[in-house]
Protein backbone atom coordinates (compact mmCIF):
# COMPACT_ATOMS: atom_id res chain seq x y z
CA UNK A 1 0.00 0.00 0.00
CA UNK A 2 1.31 3.30 -0.77
CA UNK A 3 1.46 5.85 1.54
CA UNK A 4 2.00 10.00 1.47
CA UNK A 5 5.73 10.82 2.96
CA UNK A 6 7.47 14.27 3.36
CA UNK A 7 11.16 12.50 2.96
CA UNK A 8 13.19 14.37 0.73
CA UNK A 9 16.88 14.92 1.05
CA UNK A 10 17.15 18.64 2.28
CA UNK A 11 20.64 19.10 1.27
CA UNK A 12 20.78 17.29 -1.84
CA UNK A 13 18.20 20.38 -3.07
CA UNK A 14 20.42 22.94 -1.25
CA UNK A 15 22.97 21.85 -3.53
CA UNK A 16 20.93 21.89 -6.51
CA UNK A 17 19.72 25.37 -6.08
CA UNK A 18 23.29 26.46 -5.69
CA UNK A 19 24.60 24.49 -8.75
CA UNK A 20 21.62 26.55 -10.95
CA UNK A 21 22.60 29.62 -9.27
CA UNK A 22 25.99 29.67 -10.05
CA UNK A 23 25.64 28.50 -13.91
CA UNK A 24 22.70 31.11 -14.38
CA UNK A 25 19.77 29.34 -14.27
CA UNK A 26 18.27 30.21 -11.13
CA UNK A 27 17.18 33.79 -12.60
CA UNK A 28 17.07 35.30 -15.73
CA UNK A 29 19.29 37.47 -17.19
CA UNK A 30 18.48 41.29 -17.40
CA UNK A 31 19.98 42.70 -20.88
CA UNK A 32 19.88 46.12 -19.12
CA UNK A 33 22.49 45.25 -16.49
CA UNK A 34 26.25 46.20 -16.97
CA UNK A 35 28.09 42.97 -17.94
CA UNK A 36 30.95 41.17 -15.66
CA UNK A 37 33.42 42.87 -18.36
CA UNK A 38 32.92 46.38 -17.23
CA UNK A 39 32.59 45.31 -13.72
CA UNK A 40 36.09 43.73 -13.95
CA UNK A 41 37.80 46.68 -15.19
CA UNK A 42 36.09 48.83 -11.91
CA UNK A 43 37.26 46.02 -9.70
CA UNK A 44 40.65 46.05 -11.19
CA UNK A 45 40.76 49.85 -11.20
CA UNK A 46 39.75 49.86 -7.16
CA UNK A 47 42.16 47.07 -6.53
CA UNK A 48 45.11 49.32 -8.34
CA UNK A 49 44.04 52.39 -6.02
CA UNK A 50 43.98 50.42 -2.68
CA UNK A 51 47.80 49.04 -3.34
CA UNK A 52 48.60 52.84 -4.36
CA UNK A 53 46.91 53.69 -0.64
CA UNK A 54 48.72 50.51 0.69
CA UNK A 55 45.52 49.70 2.43
CA UNK A 56 46.17 45.92 0.60
CA UNK A 57 49.61 44.61 -0.96
CA UNK A 58 50.48 44.15 -4.34
CA UNK A 59 50.29 40.13 -5.43
CA UNK A 60 51.21 37.85 -8.63
CA UNK A 61 49.61 38.75 -11.22
CA UNK A 62 46.92 34.61 -11.09
CA UNK A 63 46.57 32.72 -14.45
CA UNK A 64 44.00 32.95 -17.28
CA UNK A 65 41.88 30.51 -16.84
CA UNK A 66 41.49 28.27 -19.98
CA UNK A 67 38.97 26.34 -21.55
CA UNK A 68 39.48 23.64 -20.09
CA UNK A 69 39.56 24.56 -16.31
CA UNK A 70 36.08 25.73 -16.65
CA UNK A 71 33.31 23.98 -15.40
CA UNK A 72 30.40 24.43 -17.27
CA UNK A 73 28.82 27.38 -19.29
CA UNK A 74 27.68 30.38 -17.94
CA UNK A 75 25.54 33.35 -20.01
CA UNK A 76 27.78 35.88 -22.09
CA UNK A 77 26.97 38.36 -19.50
CA UNK A 78 28.62 37.02 -17.11
CA UNK A 79 32.97 36.19 -16.71
CA UNK A 80 34.76 33.65 -15.91
CA UNK A 81 37.47 34.85 -13.51
CA UNK A 82 39.99 33.83 -10.59
CA UNK A 83 38.34 34.05 -7.33
CA UNK A 84 41.94 35.87 -6.44
CA UNK A 85 40.91 38.56 -8.95
CA UNK A 86 37.94 39.66 -7.08
CA UNK A 87 39.03 39.27 -3.13
CA UNK A 88 41.34 40.09 -1.13
CA UNK A 89 42.10 36.94 0.84
CA UNK A 90 43.33 37.22 4.39
CA UNK A 91 45.23 34.75 6.13
CA UNK A 92 45.13 34.19 9.87
CA UNK A 93 48.26 34.01 12.22
CA UNK A 94 48.48 31.57 15.59
CA UNK A 95 48.80 33.62 18.67
CA UNK A 96 50.59 31.17 21.32
CA UNK A 97 48.39 30.04 24.21
CA UNK A 98 49.48 32.08 27.11
CA UNK A 99 48.57 34.95 25.51
CA UNK A 100 45.08 34.35 25.40
CA UNK A 101 42.18 36.08 27.61
CA UNK A 102 39.15 33.68 28.81
CA UNK A 103 37.42 37.18 29.34
CA UNK A 104 37.25 40.73 27.43
CA UNK A 105 39.48 43.60 28.52
CA UNK A 106 39.30 46.95 28.01
CA UNK A 107 42.05 46.92 24.50
CA UNK A 108 41.55 43.29 23.50
CA UNK A 109 39.63 41.86 20.80
CA UNK A 110 37.49 38.43 19.95
CA UNK A 111 39.72 35.43 18.72
CA UNK A 112 38.69 33.55 16.40
CA UNK A 113 40.81 30.30 16.33
CA UNK A 114 38.92 28.20 13.90
CA UNK A 115 35.53 26.21 12.60
CA UNK A 116 34.54 25.72 16.60
CA UNK A 117 34.10 29.47 16.79
CA UNK A 118 31.40 28.92 13.41
CA UNK A 119 28.17 27.63 14.30
CA UNK A 120 26.34 25.19 12.18
CA UNK A 121 23.81 28.46 11.70
CA UNK A 122 26.76 30.39 9.85
CA UNK A 123 26.97 32.29 13.43
CA UNK A 124 30.12 33.09 15.17
CA UNK A 125 30.36 31.85 19.30
CA UNK A 126 33.78 34.14 20.92
CA UNK A 127 35.49 32.42 23.89
CA UNK A 128 38.70 33.97 24.07
CA UNK A 129 40.37 37.56 23.40
CA UNK A 130 43.90 39.07 23.16
CA UNK A 131 45.48 41.92 24.22
CA UNK A 132 48.24 42.09 21.24
CA UNK A 133 46.39 41.28 17.33
CA UNK A 134 48.31 40.96 14.18
CA UNK A 135 46.05 39.79 11.66
CA UNK A 136 42.75 42.03 12.02
CA UNK A 137 39.56 41.54 10.23
CA UNK A 138 36.58 43.79 10.36
CA UNK A 139 32.76 43.96 10.95
CA UNK A 140 31.49 42.60 7.57
CA UNK A 141 34.45 40.22 6.73
CA UNK A 142 33.53 36.21 5.57
CA UNK A 143 35.46 34.41 7.37
CA UNK A 144 36.33 30.51 6.30
CA UNK A 145 37.52 27.46 8.03
CA UNK A 146 40.85 26.08 6.50
CA UNK A 147 42.16 23.07 8.72
CA UNK A 148 40.48 20.53 10.15
CA UNK A 149 36.60 21.01 9.86
CA UNK A 150 36.59 22.63 6.08
CA UNK A 151 34.09 24.93 4.55
CA UNK A 152 32.03 26.58 8.06
CA UNK A 153 31.18 30.28 6.88
CA UNK A 154 29.78 33.23 8.59
CA UNK A 155 30.33 37.00 7.67
CA UNK A 156 31.86 38.72 11.05
CA UNK A 157 29.08 39.95 13.14
CA UNK A 158 32.28 42.23 15.56
CA UNK A 159 33.90 45.39 14.96
CA UNK A 160 37.12 43.67 14.76
CA UNK A 161 38.63 40.42 15.64
CA UNK A 162 41.73 38.07 15.81
CA UNK A 163 41.94 35.35 13.59
CA UNK A 164 44.14 32.34 13.50
CA UNK A 165 46.12 30.05 11.02
CA UNK A 166 42.76 27.45 10.57
CA UNK A 167 40.85 30.55 9.09
CA UNK A 168 41.37 32.69 6.03
CA UNK A 169 39.04 36.33 5.89
CA UNK A 170 37.59 37.58 2.32
CA UNK A 171 37.19 41.29 2.52
CA UNK A 172 34.85 42.68 0.54
CA UNK A 173 36.51 45.38 -0.65
CA UNK A 174 35.58 45.36 -4.24
CA UNK A 175 32.26 45.72 -3.98
CA UNK A 176 30.71 42.08 -4.97
CA UNK A 177 27.33 40.87 -3.17
CA UNK A 178 28.71 39.96 -0.12
CA UNK A 179 26.13 37.30 -0.05
CA UNK A 180 26.33 36.25 -3.76
CA UNK A 181 30.10 35.45 -2.66
CA UNK A 182 29.05 33.58 0.59
CA UNK A 183 26.96 30.63 -1.58
CA UNK A 184 29.16 30.66 -4.14
CA UNK A 185 31.85 29.39 -1.44
CA UNK A 186 28.79 27.01 0.18
CA UNK A 187 28.51 25.63 -3.44
CA UNK A 188 32.69 25.20 -3.74
CA UNK A 189 33.03 23.50 -0.44
CA UNK A 190 33.33 20.15 -1.81
CA UNK A 191 36.21 21.14 -4.46
CA UNK A 192 37.64 22.71 -1.41
CA UNK A 193 37.38 19.67 0.36
CA UNK A 194 38.89 17.64 -2.49
CA UNK A 195 42.09 20.04 -2.62
CA UNK A 196 42.72 19.63 1.53
CA UNK A 197 46.02 17.90 2.01
CA UNK A 198 47.96 16.33 4.99
CA UNK A 199 46.79 14.11 8.11
CA UNK A 200 44.89 16.98 9.24
CA UNK A 201 43.11 18.53 6.07
CA UNK A 202 43.60 21.98 5.45
CA UNK A 203 43.62 23.99 2.24
CA UNK A 204 46.21 26.34 1.07
CA UNK A 205 45.67 30.49 -0.46
CA UNK A 206 46.68 29.27 -3.91
CA UNK A 207 43.49 26.56 -3.48
CA UNK A 208 40.88 30.00 -2.57
CA UNK A 209 43.33 32.27 -5.07
CA UNK A 210 43.08 29.88 -8.14
CA UNK A 211 39.06 28.66 -7.62
CA UNK A 212 37.25 29.21 -11.02
CA UNK A 213 34.34 31.80 -10.21
CA UNK A 214 31.99 32.44 -12.10
CA UNK A 215 30.94 36.08 -11.95
CA UNK A 216 27.83 37.95 -13.07
CA UNK A 217 26.78 41.62 -13.57
CA UNK A 218 26.54 43.13 -9.91
CA UNK A 219 22.77 43.81 -10.10
CA UNK A 220 22.00 39.87 -10.94
CA UNK A 221 24.45 39.09 -7.85
CA UNK A 222 21.84 40.26 -5.89
CA UNK A 223 19.27 39.00 -7.47
CA UNK A 224 20.94 35.53 -7.15
CA UNK A 225 21.05 35.86 -3.67
CA UNK A 226 17.64 36.89 -2.91
CA UNK A 227 16.65 33.95 -4.66
CA UNK A 228 18.54 30.81 -3.07
CA UNK A 229 18.14 33.09 0.78
CA UNK A 230 14.18 32.66 -0.45
CA UNK A 231 14.63 28.99 -1.30
CA UNK A 232 16.63 28.45 1.38
CA UNK A 233 14.17 29.77 3.82
CA UNK A 234 11.23 27.63 2.24
CA UNK A 235 13.28 24.71 2.60
CA UNK A 236 14.18 25.13 6.36
CA UNK A 237 10.16 25.58 6.65
CA UNK A 238 9.79 21.95 4.71
CA UNK A 239 12.51 20.80 7.24
CA UNK A 240 10.96 21.68 10.13
CA UNK A 241 6.75 20.88 8.61
CA UNK A 242 9.08 17.13 7.51
CA UNK A 243 10.15 16.78 11.55
CA UNK A 244 7.50 17.98 13.29
CA UNK A 245 5.46 15.24 10.96
CA UNK A 246 8.08 12.23 11.41
CA UNK A 247 7.65 13.17 15.72
CA UNK A 248 4.19 12.54 15.00
CA UNK A 249 4.17 9.40 13.38
CA UNK A 250 6.50 8.26 16.01
CA UNK A 251 4.16 9.42 18.51
CA UNK A 252 1.28 7.47 17.36
CA UNK A 253 3.36 4.93 16.53
CA UNK A 254 3.75 4.39 19.84
CA UNK A 255 0.25 5.00 20.90
CA UNK A 256 -1.23 2.66 18.75
CA UNK A 257 1.82 -0.38 20.17
CA UNK A 258 0.78 0.88 23.61
CA UNK A 259 -2.79 0.67 23.29
CA UNK A 260 -2.28 -3.09 21.38
CA UNK A 261 -0.24 -4.42 24.33
CA UNK A 262 -2.89 -2.69 26.65
CA UNK A 263 -5.56 -4.78 24.81
CA UNK A 264 -7.71 -1.31 23.78
CA UNK A 265 -6.87 -1.92 20.29
CA UNK A 266 -9.53 -4.41 19.30
CA UNK A 267 -12.31 -5.90 20.96
CA UNK A 268 -12.18 -9.03 23.04
CA UNK A 269 -14.02 -11.83 21.89
CA UNK A 270 -15.57 -13.97 24.75
CA UNK A 271 -15.46 -17.28 22.52
CA UNK A 272 -11.84 -16.86 22.56
CA UNK A 273 -10.01 -19.39 24.68
CA UNK A 274 -8.63 -17.89 27.81
CA UNK A 275 -4.56 -17.25 28.03
CA UNK A 276 -4.83 -19.41 31.10
CA UNK A 277 -5.66 -22.59 29.35
CA UNK A 278 -2.79 -21.24 26.46
CA UNK A 279 -0.19 -21.66 29.54
CA UNK A 280 -0.99 -25.03 30.57
CA UNK A 281 -0.65 -26.17 27.10
CA UNK A 282 2.64 -24.02 27.30
CA UNK A 283 3.90 -25.80 30.51
CA UNK A 284 2.82 -29.40 28.66
CA UNK A 285 4.95 -28.51 25.58
CA UNK A 286 7.67 -27.89 27.60
CA UNK A 287 7.88 -30.87 29.91
CA UNK A 288 7.86 -32.69 26.61
CA UNK A 289 10.28 -30.60 25.08
CA UNK A 290 12.58 -31.13 28.65
CA UNK A 291 11.61 -35.19 28.38
CA UNK A 292 12.77 -35.12 24.68
CA UNK A 293 15.97 -33.01 25.50
CA UNK A 294 15.69 -30.50 23.44
CA UNK A 295 15.31 -27.75 26.33
CA UNK A 296 17.20 -27.78 29.47
CA UNK A 297 15.35 -27.96 32.39
CA UNK A 298 15.30 -24.67 34.30
CA UNK A 299 14.77 -23.26 37.86
CA UNK A 300 10.72 -22.13 37.47
CA UNK A 301 10.63 -18.23 37.54
CA UNK A 302 8.96 -16.27 40.42
CA UNK A 303 5.29 -15.14 39.88
CA UNK A 304 4.97 -11.45 39.01
CA UNK A 305 3.71 -9.53 41.84
CA UNK A 306 1.31 -6.38 41.21
CA UNK A 307 4.45 -4.13 41.46
CA UNK A 308 5.78 -5.23 37.93
CA UNK A 309 2.68 -5.46 36.02
CA UNK A 310 2.94 -2.19 34.28
CA UNK A 311 -0.47 -1.25 32.66
CA UNK A 312 -3.83 -3.52 33.91
CA UNK A 313 -4.76 -5.82 30.98
CA UNK A 314 -8.50 -7.61 30.15
CA UNK A 315 -10.12 -10.07 31.94
CA UNK A 316 -8.82 -13.41 29.56
CA UNK A 317 -4.97 -12.36 29.29
CA UNK A 318 -2.48 -13.65 31.39
CA UNK A 319 0.78 -11.19 33.14
CA UNK A 320 3.70 -14.06 32.64
CA UNK A 321 7.44 -13.56 32.22
CA UNK A 322 9.19 -13.65 28.58
CA UNK A 323 11.06 -16.92 29.77
CA UNK A 324 7.65 -18.95 30.12
CA UNK A 325 6.76 -18.00 26.55
CA UNK A 326 10.00 -19.10 24.94
CA UNK A 327 12.98 -20.56 24.95
CA UNK A 328 15.43 -18.16 25.28
CA UNK A 329 19.66 -18.61 24.29
CA UNK A 330 22.34 -16.20 23.32
CA UNK A 331 24.99 -16.56 20.80
CA UNK A 332 28.78 -16.79 20.39
CA UNK A 333 31.68 -16.05 18.39
CA UNK A 334 33.70 -18.77 17.42
CA UNK A 335 37.99 -18.35 17.66
CA UNK A 336 38.78 -15.86 15.25
CA UNK A 337 42.16 -17.60 15.50
CA UNK A 338 40.83 -20.58 13.31
CA UNK A 339 39.75 -19.21 9.46
CA UNK A 340 38.48 -22.64 8.72
CA UNK A 341 35.48 -21.18 11.39
CA UNK A 342 35.00 -18.37 8.69
CA UNK A 343 33.90 -17.64 5.32
CA UNK A 344 30.91 -21.02 5.34
CA UNK A 345 27.59 -20.82 4.20
CA UNK A 346 25.49 -20.50 7.95
CA UNK A 347 24.28 -16.75 8.42
CA UNK A 348 26.34 -15.56 11.61
CA UNK A 349 24.46 -12.48 12.95
CA UNK A 350 26.20 -9.23 14.88
CA UNK A 351 23.72 -7.28 16.39
CA UNK A 352 24.65 -4.23 13.60
CA UNK A 353 22.89 -6.51 11.20
CA UNK A 354 19.75 -6.49 13.14
CA UNK A 355 17.03 -4.00 11.21
CA UNK A 356 14.19 -4.40 14.03
CA UNK A 357 12.35 -6.35 11.08
CA UNK A 358 12.98 -9.34 9.00
CA UNK A 359 16.33 -10.62 9.09
CA UNK A 360 17.66 -12.12 5.54
CA UNK A 361 21.20 -11.42 4.98
CA UNK A 362 23.71 -11.07 7.93
CA UNK A 363 27.29 -9.04 7.25
CA UNK A 364 29.17 -12.45 8.42
CA UNK A 365 28.95 -16.21 7.57
CA UNK A 366 30.28 -19.65 9.32
CA UNK A 367 31.30 -23.02 8.64
CA UNK A 368 30.03 -26.31 10.05
CA UNK A 369 33.43 -26.05 11.85
CA UNK A 370 32.88 -23.36 13.37
CA UNK A 371 29.21 -24.33 14.81
CA UNK A 372 30.88 -27.23 16.06
CA UNK A 373 33.47 -25.42 17.92
CA UNK A 374 31.42 -22.56 19.54
CA UNK A 375 28.09 -22.91 22.05
CA UNK A 376 26.23 -20.76 18.94
CA UNK A 377 22.82 -21.50 18.92
CA UNK A 378 20.44 -22.46 16.10
CA UNK A 379 17.62 -19.38 15.32
CA UNK A 380 14.53 -21.19 13.20
CA UNK A 381 13.03 -19.18 10.45
CA UNK A 382 10.41 -17.07 12.94
CA UNK A 383 12.67 -16.68 15.91
CA UNK A 384 12.82 -13.35 17.47
CA UNK A 385 16.23 -11.90 18.20
CA UNK A 386 17.82 -9.01 20.52
CA UNK A 387 20.58 -7.24 21.19
CA UNK A 388 21.72 -7.29 24.99
CA UNK A 389 24.58 -4.26 24.94
CA UNK A 390 26.21 -1.93 22.97
CA UNK A 391 25.21 0.98 20.78
CA UNK A 392 22.63 -1.48 19.37
CA UNK A 393 21.03 -2.31 22.24
CA UNK A 394 17.21 -3.15 21.91
CA UNK A 395 17.46 -3.40 17.89
CA UNK A 396 14.99 -6.37 17.52
CA UNK A 397 14.77 -8.32 14.73
CA UNK A 398 12.67 -11.83 13.31
CA UNK A 399 14.47 -14.55 11.51
CA UNK A 400 14.37 -14.78 7.70
CA UNK A 401 13.73 -17.91 5.28
CA UNK A 402 17.06 -19.18 7.00
CA UNK A 403 18.37 -20.60 9.73
CA UNK A 404 21.07 -18.38 11.15
CA UNK A 405 23.25 -17.96 14.65
CA UNK A 406 24.27 -14.64 16.37
CA UNK A 407 27.35 -13.65 18.26
CA UNK A 408 27.16 -13.38 22.24
CA UNK A 409 25.51 -9.74 22.41
CA UNK A 410 22.72 -11.12 20.65
CA UNK A 411 19.92 -12.72 22.25
CA UNK A 412 17.28 -15.39 20.28
CA UNK A 413 13.49 -16.72 21.58
CA UNK A 414 12.55 -19.76 20.11
CA UNK A 415 8.48 -19.10 21.48
CA UNK A 416 6.48 -21.64 22.46
CA UNK A 417 3.66 -23.36 20.22
CA UNK A 418 0.33 -20.50 21.04
CA UNK A 419 2.82 -17.65 21.04
CA UNK A 420 2.37 -15.65 17.66
CA UNK A 421 5.53 -14.17 17.44
CA UNK A 422 5.22 -11.18 15.15
CA UNK A 423 2.95 -10.28 18.56
CA UNK A 424 6.10 -11.29 20.84
CA UNK A 425 7.88 -8.69 18.44
CA UNK A 426 5.89 -5.40 18.60
CA UNK A 427 5.67 -6.44 22.47
CA UNK A 428 9.45 -5.67 22.81
CA UNK A 429 9.16 -3.08 20.17
CA UNK A 430 7.09 -1.21 22.58
CA UNK A 431 8.57 -2.19 25.49
CA UNK A 432 12.22 -1.08 24.46
CA UNK A 433 13.04 1.82 26.82
CA UNK A 434 11.70 0.15 29.70
CA UNK A 435 14.00 -3.33 28.83
CA UNK A 436 16.95 -0.58 28.09
CA UNK A 437 16.36 1.02 31.59
CA UNK A 438 16.50 -2.28 33.47
CA UNK A 439 19.73 -2.88 31.92
CA UNK A 440 21.63 0.58 33.30
CA UNK A 441 23.47 0.86 35.98
CA UNK A 442 26.91 -0.41 35.24
CA UNK A 443 29.30 1.18 33.01
CA UNK A 444 27.89 -0.29 29.83
CA UNK A 445 23.58 -1.25 29.51
CA UNK A 446 23.22 -4.74 29.33
CA UNK A 447 19.45 -6.30 29.28
CA UNK A 448 21.13 -9.96 29.97
CA UNK A 449 19.42 -13.39 28.62
CA UNK A 450 18.44 -13.45 32.71
CA UNK A 451 16.66 -10.18 32.80
CA UNK A 452 14.64 -10.76 29.36
CA UNK A 453 13.32 -13.57 30.71
CA UNK A 454 11.83 -11.86 33.86
CA UNK A 455 10.64 -9.46 31.98
CA UNK A 456 6.62 -9.29 32.72
CA UNK A 457 4.48 -10.26 28.96
CA UNK A 458 0.63 -9.74 28.89
CA UNK A 459 -0.60 -12.38 27.39
CA UNK A 460 -3.29 -12.40 25.68
CA UNK A 461 -5.89 -15.28 23.87
CA UNK A 462 -4.01 -17.18 21.09
CA UNK A 463 -6.62 -15.65 18.99
CA UNK A 464 -6.58 -12.26 20.12
CA UNK A 465 -2.78 -12.38 19.28
CA UNK A 466 -3.23 -12.76 15.57
CA UNK A 467 -6.15 -10.13 15.64
CA UNK A 468 -3.84 -7.39 17.39
CA UNK A 469 -1.04 -8.48 15.26
CA UNK A 470 -3.43 -7.77 12.09
CA UNK A 471 -4.77 -4.69 13.60
CA UNK A 472 -1.35 -3.15 14.04
CA UNK A 473 0.27 -4.12 10.48
CA UNK A 474 -3.41 -2.44 9.22
CA UNK A 475 -2.43 0.67 10.91
CA UNK A 476 1.28 1.16 10.77
CA UNK A 477 1.41 1.86 6.75
CA UNK A 478 -0.55 4.57 6.83
CA UNK A 479 1.98 6.39 9.59
CA UNK A 480 5.33 6.29 7.17
CA UNK A 481 8.40 4.71 7.51
CA UNK A 482 9.95 6.25 10.85
CA UNK A 483 12.46 4.40 12.63
CA UNK A 484 11.83 3.24 16.09
CA UNK A 485 14.27 4.51 18.37
CA UNK A 486 15.60 3.18 21.73
CA UNK A 487 14.22 6.85 23.57
CA UNK A 488 10.68 5.32 22.99
Known amino acids: MKTNTLDFDAQALREKILDLAMRGKLVPQDPNDEPASVLLEKIKAEKEQLIKEKKIKKSKPLAPITDDEKPFDIPDSWEWVRLGDVINLISGRDIP ?23 ENGEIHISEWIDSPSVVVSKGTIIL ?66 AEFPLPPLSEQSRIAAKIAQLFALLRKVESSTQQYAKLQTLLKSKVLDLAMRGKLVEQDPHDEPAS ?39 GWEWVRLGDIG ?21 WLKTGDLNDGIVEETSEKITELGVKNSSVKINKPGNILIAM ?10 VGKKE ?23 YLLSSRKR ?4 GSGGAQPNISKQKIEKFAFPLPPQSEQSRVTAKIEQLLPFLGKVEFSAEQ
Open 435 to 438: LINL
Open 389 to 398: YGATIGKLGI
Open 404 to 426: LVTNQACCGCTPYKGIYNQYLFY
Open 145 to 210: SVKGTIGKIAELNVEKAHIARQIMGIDNAFGLSKEYEKFFLESYIQELKNKAKSMIPGISRDDLLM
Open 277 to 315: VLLKKIKAEKEQLIKEGKIKKSKPLPPITDDEKPFDIPN
Open 327 to 347: AWAAGATPSRKHSEYYGGDIP
Open 97 to 119: KKFHLASKSKDSVPYITGASNIT
